[in-house]
């Protein structure tokens, strides 16, 4: 059963970084597909960055490109993402996911999940 768990979420001023971590476990992901996704408060989850966990090819939304980086630690099973020159329309509840297959936007996709961490960003 594949379990993620995310971590590294918190509060931080406009213009900060935060590094979250999503912990993977319970299968051999180098088929899978992760992505982050996230969440603000009466808003639809909506589309942050993926990587393939074997290759590493990496997309972006708009919103994020040149300020955010995914990337896997393939050791540890554990994907990141490095959240610079935060703003506070970053504001949201950012969630891990993974999938088998390729590359998709869509969460409605993904059917593994973590429980979410919360990232807020102070003006």
């Known amino acids: 059963q594949v379990q993620l768990v995310e971590s590294g979420g918190g509060l931080v001023q406009a213009g900060g970084t935060l590094r979250l971590s999503c912990a993977a476990s319970?299968?051999?992901?180098?088929?899978?597909?992760m992505a982050w996704f996230r969440q603000a408060p009466g808003k639809e989850r909506e589309f942050v960055a993926f990587?393939?966990?074997?290759?590493?090819?990496?997309l972006y939304a708009d919103s994020v490109k040149g300020r955010f980086t995914i990337s896997t630690d393939n050791a540890k099973n554990t994907v990141y993402l490095q959240m610079n020159g935060l703003k506070p329309v970053d504001t949201a509840v950012y969630y891990c996911?993974?999938?088998?297959?390729?590359?998709?936007?869509?969460?409605?996709?993904?059917?593994?999940w973590g429980q979410g961490t919360q990232v807020t960003v102070s003006s």
């Open positions: 996911a993974a999938k088998v297959g390729d590359y998709s936007a869509n969460y409605k996709t993904y059917p593994y």
């Open positions: 990587i393939r966990w074997s290759g590493g090819s990496t």
């Open positions: 319970g299968r051999t992901f180098s088929s899978y597909a």
